[in-house]
């Protein structure tokens, strides 16, 4: 059958994109492969009636809604290659399987690379973490680690500054701070440590100690680590020949269409910040009055 629209990414972008064209009496083909970004995390923040709801439990609960609606179909599989037709999209899955449909949405999200620290993935989402808006409130007033080798590691201690006062700023090897900054961390009373980094080090994901490469060890609690890139999942639009922006992510307008007609892009695959929840799903749900005022204009 030709669907009226097939989203790639069961993320909160794709779901909610799928929900708002169920709801229009559009068919749609969720596809999802089932491998959450954020499948090491214990609970999401900052979407309200949703705050605490652990991704698994945000995934179950969307399914079964979208199970309300006959023309939405979920399919779990991984998509191979997407190619384009004089009538929309014809799209492949790793089982031999073939969908096509008039408009296509990418909400294949984003690949986080973070320093490579010997132990970071023993504690990542358990202890240490990337948003303090997602997971500052459970660390409030604790003695925390922010590591980054980035040129926005500032930024990104006065955000941190707002939920705990005992920071300790680990540059992995990097001279990231001018005389000024540095001077107002000092100030604050924030201790900056710029000798590579060994370890983190704790048991059951519980950080406890912090060991630096010349021996030295700090004791924090938990901490937040700054991706070094965030690299947008769009492998399966590269022979599309998209536009894109200097971040990586699909050129888009304020209705996620792409410079490819029929081809949209939902949450991170079209912004990178801010990743949250509550963002991609509103973002969704955008995209999708667009897809269906397209496709709307075009059959009227």
């Given at each position: 059958m030709m669907y009226d629209c097939i989203i790639i990414g069961g993320g909160p972008a794709g779901l909610n994109a799928a929900l708002v064209l169920g709801r229009a009496r559009r068919s749609v083909a969720l596809i999802d492969s089932n491998k959450p970004r954020n499948a090491v995390t214990?609970?999401?923040?900052?979407?309200?009636?949703?705050?605490?709801?652990?991704?698994?439990?945000?995934?179950?609960?969307?399914?079964?809604?979208?199970?309300?609606?006959?023309?939405?179909?979920?399919?779990q599989a991984e998509v191979v290659t997407i190619e384009k037709t004089e009538l929309g999209f014809v799209v492949e899955e790793s089982l031999g399987h073939y969908y096509q449909a008039k408009k296509l949405v990418l909400a294949t999200g984003v690949n986080e690379i973070f320093p490579e620290i010997e132990g970071f993935y023993s504690f990542y989402g358990k202890s240490l973490f990337v948003c303090p808006y997602c997971d500052g409130w459970e660390h409030r007033d604790q003695p925390l680690v922010i590591v980054s080798e980035s040129s926005h590691v500032f930024h990104y201690v006065k955000m941190i500054y707002n939920w705990s006062k005992d920071l300790v700023v680990c540059t992995n090897g990097h001279a990231l701070l001018n005389d000024e900054e540095t001077e107002k961390l000092v100030s604050k009373g924030i201790?900056?440590?710029?000798?590579?980094?060994?370890?983190?080090?704790g048991v059951n994901g519980q950080l406890e100690k912090v060991r630096f490469e010349d021996g030295t060890e700090i004791e924090r609690s938990g901490g937040f680590v700054m991706s070094k890139k965030l690299i947008p999942n769009l492998q399966l639009v590269e022979n599309l020949g998209c536009n894109t922006e200097e971040s990586g992510t699909l050129k888009t307008d304020e209705f996620g269409r792409t410079s490819v007609k029929g081809l949209y892009a939902a949450g991170d695959a079209s912004y990178v910040n801010p990743s949250q929840l509550i963002f991609a799903a509103a973002d969704g749900s955008k995209i999708a009055t667009g897809i269906n005022m397209d496709l709307t204009e075009e059959e009227f």
């Open positions: 214990h609970a999401s923040h900052g979407f309200i009636t949703r705050d605490g709801v652990s991704p698994s439990e945000f995934r179950s609960v969307a399914a079964e809604e979208l199970s309300s609606y006959p023309s939405i179909d979920q399919l201790k900056i440590m710029e000798q590579p980094l060994a370890s983190f080090e």
